[in-house]
């Protein structure tokens, strides 16, 4: 399996030990990767015998009632339409987010689901904080997000696709984001799958980049930051011990690079805590990191 594949496999084998997929699901899930149903049988196998020592996925309600209030950034969040522009092999699709008096541009780099409506959300969050913003849809070789009826086959199609591609896609759109603001400095962030992909964009020698803010994204094996110019938030969750078992690297590699960073582990929270639509959304967890990106923009962009 290539890298994206297995960080795929992983994820669907501990949603599975999580409770958060069925049996039924995950062996088809697997399937649409490529992993033979042995393979799979021994996957989840594996990770049902370590859930038990992990904390089970936060909960999406809080004794305080702050999963009523809206996700953070949302009550000022501008709309978004979609656009095209030229990509290295391919016409590329995005949504996009202008701000009425941009001070920065963020691209916005999604999971492994594809270019979502809550991806298109937090580009708006960022167009409404001062931020222009572009939320990149990295299947759109193959058409477009929109084009999968089945999110699983959205997710089995983005994981062939080579790493190389998709660097080369993301820096495609700094190129478009320079294009329609220029002068101001470009920022990146992503989340899960996405949250890789800004590592690997880190990694490519890419130095537009003034900020970075990787969300639970593991830094792939042997990178090298050298060539990176961004101020970087990395951002962990507290009960992702798959995703925690990269952060000492990703921390090696930051301070190897000189790069001014910051290591951010959110108390409490698991995989995916941003994501509102998600099962392990954390609205707590959400409203604390937020302000933290801002600020973390803010001072770099």
């Given at each position: 399996?290539?890298?994206?594949?297995?960080y795929v496999a992983e994820e669907i084998a501990v949603d599975h030990a999580d409770g958060l997929m069925s049996r039924r699901e995950a062996l088809r899930r697997l399937g649409l990767l490529g992993v033979g149903l042995t393979a799979a049988t021994a996957l989840l196998a594996a990770c049902s015998s370590d859930s038990d020592s992990n904390t089970e996925a936060s909960a999406t309600s809080s004794p305080d009632g702050s999963a009523d209030a809206a996700p953070p950034g949302l009550d000022t969040a501008l709309p978004t339409?979609?656009?095209t522009f030229a990509g290295?092999?391919?016409e590329l699709q995005a949504a996009w987010a202008a701000a009425a008096d941009p001070r920065g541009a963020v691209?916005?780099?999604h999971e492994n689901k594809g270019l979502t409506d809550h991806i298109r959300s937090v580009a708006g969050r960022f167009a409404?904080?001062?931020y222009s913003a572009l939320a990149i849809d990295m299947l759109s070789e193959e058409g477009g997000t929109a084009t999968f009826a089945d999110p699983a086959e959205a997710t089995a199609a983005l994981t062939k696709a080579t790493p190389?591609?998709?660097?080369?896609d993301m820096k495609a759109a700094i190129d478009e984001l320079q294009r329609?603001?220029?002068?101001k400095k470009v920022g990146a962030i992503g989340f899960c799958m996405g949250g890789a992909l800004v590592w690997r964009l880190l990694g490519s020698g890419e130095q537009r980049l003034s900020a970075a803010a990787p969300f639970y994204g593991p830094i792939p094996d042997g990178s090298d930051l050298t060539g990176a110019n961004a101020a970087v938030l990395a951002v962990y969750a507290d009960l992702d011990a798959r995703v925690n078992a990269s952060r000492d690297a990703a921390t090696a590699a930051l301070d190897k690079a000189g790069l001014t960073n910051e290591v951010v582990t959110v108390a409490g929270a698991d995989h995916a805590f941003f994501n509102d639509t998600g099962q392990r959304?954390?609205?707590?967890?959400?409203?604390?990191?937020?302000?933290k990106v801002l600020d973390w923009f803010g001072r770099y962009l």
């Open positions: 399996m290539t890298p994206l594949q297995q339409e979609a656009i290295p092999t391919a691209l916005v780099v409404g904080v001062g190389e591609r998709l660097v080369a329609r603001v220029p002068g959304y954390d609205p707590q967890a959400a409203a604390q990191i937020w302000p």
